[in-house]
């Protein structure tokens, strides 16, 4: 244990930081001179300075995905060229896999051991799934009358700009990315100001793999100069956006105001997990509960951050949660053993730390942890936290938190649940844990979730649509339906002569 905790530091000092945009096959020269600083959230301490693309500059990179869109080399060319490239790219993306999962735990505060096993296979297989894909899709001919033919072609819909949050940074890229290119789109991804490291090395991984140059650009910079310039952009037909819902909606005030562009949304959630007293295993779902919200500190949009409990088994349930939370222990993210990382910023942990203040104000009921720890190590590592007697109407109760805090809830039926689970400006996810069939198909029906996980949490592959109900967001990513979000659709008639 000791031996591999000292290899991963050892490894520290010699990985290069990339931090420099990558924009027209090469790493960027740029007019904007502002820069910012990014630091490592298990220590607090600097990891490197990266620019922020002002208008000129995002105006290059849309200009060089244009031109690369235009020229055809990568729009135009066969689905099958374009599998063997992002089966090239996947394949590098694996040779890189420590490396990758080393920079994402630097830069985001996760444990390196969930990097390794989660954010980079998955990111791997994303782009591998959308690249196999795509020469196996068949377009339409329509069943009209016998003297014409109708058919109904899908096209690149053209420069795509992907905007992206920092808890997952290059599997939410690689969402994004992998559909867009597979379709024959040139691309600007975005990564979120705290986090770029992942998205520049993916860049120049693609470039390696064959993506031609301006195809694929990353764009580094904040959110109200360089999002906010690739919104308005009138040069730029869909942005793919995931992130809070403030900002999502942000985004489709900016396509009003310019060129129309589409705009696909993963925003936020407060998903509920409901455990109905037939639960065929408390242990199994009182582990997924504590996944469900621990995992990844809690910085996951579909985490499971209400907990529903009926009334009967409430007691028994919450004993064997707590020993779960128990299993989370804040460490080192780069000691393998580490379960519970840091939260990305120290603005972000005091915010979750304020809204902790607020269940203690309104009157919820601490059932373990709730304070900062590590503290001495310079990083923001918080306490795997559960409040009991959380109602409707408690900020914690309705507000995304995106950090360690569990809020838990009663009910007496499985009306009430719904109701419950319901009662949010959000409908990402939603657990049910029951025996009944009944229980599972009816109650699973009502409620108004993008995806319902019946005894499990947090299930998930690239196979299925990932995405929201209500204020959680518009459209879906992973999945074929994905791909279609990056494709315009045309019908050609011909009229036919005997
Ligand atoms: P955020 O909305 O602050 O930022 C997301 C991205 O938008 C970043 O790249 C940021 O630079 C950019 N941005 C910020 N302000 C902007 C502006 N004014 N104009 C243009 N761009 C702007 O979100 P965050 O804090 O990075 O991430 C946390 C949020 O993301 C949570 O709400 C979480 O639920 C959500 N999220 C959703 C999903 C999903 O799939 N539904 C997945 C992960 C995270
Ligand atoms: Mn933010």
């Known amino acids: 244990m000791k ?54 500059d995002v105006n290059s990179a849309v200009s060089a995905a244009r031109a690369a869109f235009d020229s055809g080399v990568w729009s135009q060319s066969a689905p099958a060229e374009r599998k063997a490239v992002l089966l090239r790219l996947a394949a590098l993306l694996e040779d890189h896999a420590e490396e990758l999962a080393l920079l994402e735990s630097l830069n985001t505060g996760k444990p390196i051991s969930d990097a390794l096993a989660v954010d980079i296979p998955s990111a791997v297989s994303a782009i591998a799934w959308y690249g196999e894909a795509v020469d196996k899709i068949y377009d339409d001919v329509a069943p009209t009358a016998n003297d014409v033919m109708a058919f109904i072609t899908r096209e690149p819909i053209g420069v795509v700009a992907a905007v992206v949050p920092w808890n997952f ?102 998903s509920p997990n409901i455990v109905m007293a037939d639960c065929r295993d408390l242990d199994e779902a009182a582990l997924a509960a504590a996944f469900g919200i621990f995992f990844n500190q809690g910085e996951v949009c579909c985490a499971g951050s209400r907990l529903l409990v009926q009334d009967s088994i409430k007691d028994a349930f919450l004993e ?60 923001f590592f918080l306490e795997p936290t559960v409040f009991d007697g959380v109602s409707q109407d408690m900020t914690i109760g309705r507000e995304e938190i995106f950090g360690p805090v569990l809020s838990v809830m009663d009910f007496a039926t499985p009306d009430e649940a719904v109701q419950i689970a319901n009662n949010s400006i959000y409908g990402l996810g939603a657990g049910l844990w029951t025996s009944n069939i009944d229980t599972a198909l009816t109650m699973s029906k009502r409620i108004k979730a993008g995806t319902v996980w019946v005894n499990n949490y947090d299930e998930s592959d690239i196979t299925v649509p990932f995405g929201g109900y209500k204020q959680s967001g518009i459209g879906r990513d992973k999945s074929l339906q994905a791909l279609s979000f990056f494709q315009e659709t045309k019908t050609t008639w011909i009229r036919l002569r005997g």
Request: with cysteine.
């Open 3 to 56: 031996q591999q905790k000292t290899h991963w530091h050892d490894r520290v000092a010699a990985q290069r930081i990339p931090t420099v945009a990558f924009v027209a096959g090469r790493r960027a020269t740029l007019q904007s001179e502002d820069i910012y600083e990014i630091f490592n959230p298990a220590t607090g301490k600097p990891l490197g300075a990266v620019p922020i693309l002002g208008e000129q």
């Open 169 to 270: 940074p290059l599997l939410m890229a690689c969402w994004k990315v992998a559909p867009a290119l597979a379709a024959g789109n040139s691309v600007l991804l975005k990564p979120a100001e705290l986090t770029p490291l992942t998205a520049i090395r993916l860049a120049e991984l693609a470039q390696e793999a064959g993506i031609p140059d301006g195809v694929f650009n990353v764009v580094t910079g904040t959110g109200p100069v360089t999002g906010r310039a690739l919104g308005l952009h009138m040069d730029v037909d869909a942005i793919t956006f995931t992130g809070s819902t403030a900002i999502g909606k942000q985004f489709m005030a900016y396509s009003s105001q310019s060129n129309l562009k589409r705009v696909s949304l993963e925003c936020g959630g407060k």
């Open 320 to 379: 064997k949660l707590i020993t779960q939370a128990a299993e989370f222990v804040a460490g080192d993210p780069l000691d393998p053993d580490t379960t519970l990382g840091a939260l990305i910023s120290q603005p972000h942990m005091a915010k979750v730390q304020s809204l902790i203040a607020s269940a203690h104000d309104e009157g919820a009921n601490l059932l373990c942890g709730g304070e900062q720890v590590r503290a001495e190590s310079g990083g």
